[in-house]
């Protein structure tokens, strides 16, 4: 599966990363917006196309079978990976955000005025605004657990929202801007002790850490696989059966129904009640091979080299006069933001790209954060394990040299 | 001078940069000689939002001529309305109007073109049109 024998070599498996940008070969740090992916998930998507695709769930001839027997391997692959209990816990979606819509959508009748729900000060864009609409349907009301100057959320004042007016809590497992990793834990079994239910938002963590989400015990789990190593436009919910027993369907259509007539309609079992239509037959099938992959190349060597790469960009960074770390948790992943005194993030991104860097500047969807630190944007530079410290070094002398040019 | 010969005389002048680099030193120092927006006009309703950047852009019409002035709070997104500003500054809505912006592509500039760059340069350009859209009612 992992075809590099060793794996200070992986980067091997991803041929993207051989080429050039702007003459210069490409060192790809934007991780946290979409990983690269491994020859092994590329030819995956063709071996689909090539040998078994066809309509799932209702054909009887043999194309159909053997395509929904893939689609159906990987949902059981992604059931242990994540350890839920039942494979039909597990819903193929377009990627973390619809999930999160999902779940939206499915307490639209369960929530009345003047409920309330938590998310944090660290969001996506993603896990506020369908919660937002959520409110503006149900007339609950949004609340938000504020976080320190490190970027780090604040548990006492996240125990001061709990009441019994709280029926949601919705927080990322890790922030896409800052990288800090949440005390998901304790929030999960904070929001328990009211009643409340608890999605968290995998889609940063999951590229770096394996989840349990028994052990966790959230309501739900929601990632994305294109972070992964996986294909783009596919993703996954995780959902205790009682939740999606108790939710009605998201969109109604083919697949989801037990019987229709113009009377009433009935609607399937799980895990089909939530997927109408004709899903992304290939990305659920792929989305298997990368978690298969990257399980192979293991989650103890991925946390320990992104850890490495974690720990000698910071301190190489560091010696960039200047220059300003914009979240410093104690618990992080592999990403890093920043800023250069005097420096727009976007003319240091538009050079650093011209010397083959790629790094991604902005507000990375979450302006509450920006607004927070008073900053227009940051440089994000998010590490997977395939990079090394060579890359690094790139990026540091990309970013000196933008700052000569610019100051 | 007209549209065409600021674009010719301006194409001319990248044209004498072998590399990335010395266009981008030279968009830097074009940014510097922007015609900075008066601070009252350095508002809300004059902003164009780019997903990155801010560039707030204001027009006044003077003897017949539109007067762009401009400010970013990016360094290089301020070169390149610079190099707008100097384009169609000082010329009538009608020629502002007929004015096309390929010079973009011959100075190397093409990559800010895109729908999806995140400098909101289309914005900008679509911008100084609607105000030459505006003005061209109160030429006589």
Request: net charge negative; with cysteine; glycine share 6%.
């Amino acid at each position: 599966m992992v075809l590099e024998k060793d794996l200070k070599n992986v980067s091997k498996d991803f041929p993207i990363l051989k080429q050039e940008v702007n003459g210069k070969p490409l060192v790809y740090l934007d991780n946290g917006a979409s990983s690269q992916k491994p020859q092994v998930v590329i030819d995956a998507i063709t071996k689909y196309y090539t040998e078994i695709n066809a309509n799932i769930h209702r054909g009887v001839h043999t194309l159909s079978q053997k395509a929904t027997d893939a689609y159906e391997a990987s949902r059981k692959k992604l059931q242990v990976h994540f350890n839920a209990k039942h494979d039909f816990e597990i819903l193929f979606t377009k990627g973390t955000t619809d999930g999160i819509n999902l779940v939206a959508s499915g307490f639209t009748t369960l929530l009345s005025k003047g409920d309330e729900i938590i998310v944090s000060h660290l969001e996506h864009h993603s896990n506020i605004v369908p919660w937002q609409m959520l409110c503006e349907r149900t007339g609950a009301v949004l609340k938000v657990i504020p976080m320190n100057n490190k970027g780090e959320l604040l548990m006492d004042e996240y125990d001061k929202l709990l009441s019994d007016k709280t029926k949601l809590v919705a927080v990322n497992h890790v922030s896409n801007a800052l990288g800090t990793i949440n005390p998901i834990k304790y929030i999960i079994d904070k929001a328990h002790e009211y009643d409340a239910v608890i999605l968290i938002d995998g889609a940063q963590a999951t590229p770096h850490i394996k989840p349990d989400v028994q052990a966790l015990n959230c309501d739900f789990y929601v990632c994305s696989a294109h972070k992964m190593c996986g294909p783009t436009g596919v993703g996954i919910l995780y959902g205790k059966e009682e939740w999606l027993n108790i939710m009605p369907p998201y969109q109604g259509g083919g697949e989801m129904i037990k019987e229709v007539t113009f009377e009433e309609t009935t609607y399937a079992c799980l895990p089909h009640k939530f997927e109408a239509g004709t899903p992304n037959i290939a990305g659920g099938i792929v989305f298997g091979v990368a978690i298969d992959y990257m399980n192979a190349v293991g989650f103890e060597y991925i946390q320990q080299q992104e850890d490495e790469l974690l720990a000698y960009a910071n301190q190489e960074l560091k010696k960039i006069q200047g220059l300003k770390l914009i979240g410093t948790a104690q618990e992080k992943v592999s990403v890093i933001s920043f800023n250069i005194e005097g420096c727009h993030p976007y003319d240091i991104g538009t050079i650093v790209d011209k010397l083959g860097v790629a790094v991604r500047t902005g507000h990375h969807c979450t302006q509450p954060i920006m607004q927070f630190f008073d900053i227009p944007g940051t440089i994000r530079a998010s590490f997977m394990f395939y990079n090394t410290k060579e890359d690094v070094d790139v990026l540091v002398s990309a970013v000196k040299k933008a700052k000569m040019m610019l100051l | 001078m007209t549209i065409n010969e600021i674009q010719s005389e301006l194409v001319d002048e990248f044209s004498m940069f072998d590399d990335w680099m010395e266009r981008y030193e030279y968009m830097i120092e074009l940014g510097k000689s922007l015609p900075i927006i008066d601070s009252q006009y350095k508002k809300e309703e004059n902003l164009i939002k780019g997903c990155q950047s801010k560039v707030w852009l204001y027009a006044e019409l003077n003897n017949n001529k539109i007067v762009y002035t401009a400010d970013s709070d990016a360094i290089i997104t301020k070169g390149i309305v610079s190099i707008l500003i100097r384009t169609f500054t000082n010329q009538s809505p009608s020629e502002i109007l007929a004015a096309n912006t390929n010079f973009i592509d011959e100075i190397g500039l093409k990559e800010h073109l895109s729908p999806t760059r995140a400098n909101g340069l289309v914005s900008m350009i679509k911008q100084i049109k609607l105000y030459a859209v505006a003005f061209q009612t109160k030429v006589s």
